[in-house]
């Protein structure tokens, strides 16, 4: 499969998912962070952008390429879908972790931050035994 920079409509379901699951109550766990502020419309337009760069110097590498990343535009996302989102992290990951820099990167941190506070938002979760 091939390696391609994802839409802005798939970052901005993100971001806006990073965004809203943030503000629920989740403990320490449950706010998704970057450069050391909890997501929020204020820094939407950035964490976007992040997220656009980091793919695009994945596509970058995986063809030799030195295409500059586009302008990412931030649209709300109205009824996220914690399933989706797991979902769209998964496909992001695989598109962004081309590069040498990946893991650790910003990019990186966001997605595994946001994945964990989506998986608390799973219906039932909360509900389920911690052990058996």
């Known amino acids: 499969m091939s390696v391609y920079v994802v839409s802005d409509k798939h970052i901005s379901y993100l971001v806006n998912a990073a965004i809203q699951f943030s503000c629920r109550d989740h403990g320490m766990h449950g706010k998704v962070q970057f450069q050391e502020r ?3 419309s204020a820094n939407a337009q950035a964490i976007g952008q992040m997220l656009l760069n980091e793919n ?3 596509v970058n590498h ?3 390429e030195t295409d500059a990343p586009g302008t990412f535009q931030h649209t709300p996302t109205p009824n996220i879908d914690a399933l989706h989102v797991l979902s769209l992290i998964n496909g992001y990951r695989y598109q962004a972790c081309e590069h040498p820099r990946w893991a650790g990167s910003p990019a990186w941190c966001f997605c595994q931050q946001l994945e964990r506070v989506a998986i608390r938002c799973l219906p039932g ?7 058996i």
Do not use: D, L
């Open 125 to 131: 979760y909360e509900e389920a035994p911690w052990s």
């Open 56 to 58: 695009t110097a994945s």
């Open 38 to 40: 909890q997501a929020s």
């Open 62 to 64: 995986r063809y030799a």
